[in-house]
Nanobody, 121 residues
Framework: QVQLVESGGGLVQPGGSLRLSCTVS????????VGWYRQAPAKQREKVAI???????IYGDFVKGRFTISRDISKNSLYLQMNSLKPEDTAVYYC???????????????WGQGTQVTVSS
């Protein structure tokens, strides 16, 4: 069983920054990919960023250099640094473990409870 606990959301003005954190238990992030998704009201959940076990990063097209995903293997935690935030970045952000990529997790993906990010003046 994989558990993901996010923190760090909140209200920020346009152009501001936030850093999200996610602590992972039940799977070592040095062995598996982890990432972030987001879901805005009335929109589908979309990929924000993924970091692979090897440290490679994949970003959603909308990120355009504004966000950075990183991890601390010693803490089994991952982070999302978000800069130059825009109102359209307002969403619930979810920490994500792609268990479906790996046979030992029986095809199940895992999600955190989500943290709200609101970008507004």
């Amino acid at each position: 069983q994989v558990q993901l606990v996010e923190s760090g959301g909140g209200l920020v003005q346009p152009g501001g920054s936030l850093r999200l954190s996610c602590t992972v238990s039940g799977a070592g992030i040095d062995r598996y990919a982890v990432g972030w998704y987001r879901q805005a009201p009335a929109k589908q959940r979309e990929k924000v960023a993924i970091i692979t076990s090897g440290g490679d990063t994949i970003y959603g097209d909308f990120v355009k250099g504004r966000f950075t995903i990183s991890r601390d293997i010693s803490k089994n935690s991952l982070y999302l640094q978000m800069n130059s935030l825009k109102p359209e970045d307002t969403a619930v952000y979810y920490c994500y473990f792609p268990g479906s990529w790996y046979g030992e997790f029986k095809g199940k993906d895992y999600w955190g409870q989500g943290t709200q990010v609101t970008v507004s003046s």
